[in-house]
T-cell receptor, first 111, second 115 residues
Framework: QKEVEQDPGPLSVPEGAIVSLNCTYSNSAFQYFMWYRQYSRKGPELLMYTYSSGNKEDGRFTAQVDKSSKYISLFIRDSQPSDSATYLCAMSEGDAGKSTFGDGTTLTVKP | GAVVSQHPSRVICKSGTSVKIECRSLDFQATTMFWYRQFPKKSLMLMATSNEGSKATYEQGVEKDKFLINHASLTLSTLTVTSAHPEDSSFYIC???????????FGDGTRLSIL
């Protein structure tokens, strides 16, 4: 069993929809939780970074962490075609720099 | 802030050639750099972790003599694919992090094609 599980999708939604992306994990020592966005043929770009449980909002993006359930989510409101990409969750223990990555979920937002 | 530059973005070369890929942190000191390989529509596969001034730590199954990693300064790490063959064709991505434990920041990757 992988330490971090992420549904690969693909996920296809119409423009304007609310998107929910999720990861589960097994290591209870994880404290730092990240979401990266990767466009085709580009490197991943850091979107959200949270420490421990709770919510964090940045524009149309909200990251949620539930450590009791070992479950994290990324919500995208009013999704746009430009949000079409692969989204990777990542998490780490005492140092956010050394992360374990999920396999990524491919999202397509159709105009 | 936290910009990582990777060069070149695309390489096409003949079998048997050695290829060097550079990864630079432009606005922070990268105490640790990571090298990944990614196949089409697949996840990131960590190849090695390098700390400035030390030998790289390679993941199981990654050939040290094939993939030479040098991290000689706090802003530069290089990956050299020695005597490359078609099976080495892939997308190689570096990332960097500083000593304050901030998340990794990635370069834009290098697409390597060996003919």
């Amino acid at each position: 069993q992988k330490e971090v599980e992420q549904d690969p999708g693909p996920l296809s939604v119409p423009e304007g929809a609310i998107v929910s992306l999720n990861c589960t994990y097994s290591n209870s020592a994880f404290q730092y939780f990240m979401w990266y966005r990767q466009y085709s043929r580009k490197g991943p770009e850091l979107l959200m970074y949270t420490y421990s449980s709770g919510n964090k909002e940045d524009g149309r993006f909200t990251a949620q962490v539930d450590k009791s359930s070992k479950y994290i989510s990324l919500f995208i409101r009013d999704s746009q075609p430009s949000d079409s990409a692969t989204y990777l969750c990542a998490m780490s223990e005492g140092d956010a720099g050394k992360s374990t990555f999920g396999d990524g979920t491919t999202l397509t937002v159709k105009p | 802030g936290a910009v990582v530059s990777q060069h070149p973005s695309r390489v096409i070369c003949k079998s048997g050639t050695s290829v060097k890929i550079e990864c630079r942190s432009l606005d922070f000191q990268a105490t640790t750099m990571f090298w990944y390989r990614q196949f089409p529509k697949k996840s990131l596969m960590l190849m090695a972790t390098s700390n400035e001034g030390s030998k790289a730590t390679y993941e199981q199954g990654v050939e040290k003599d094939k993939f030479l990693i040098n991290h000689a300064s706090l802003t530069l790490s290089t990956l050299t694919v020695t005597s490359a063959h078609p099976e080495d064709s892939s997308f190689y991505i570096c990332s960097a992090t500083s000593s304050d434990g901030q998340p990794q920041h990635f370069g834009d990757g290098t697409r390597l094609s060996i003919l």
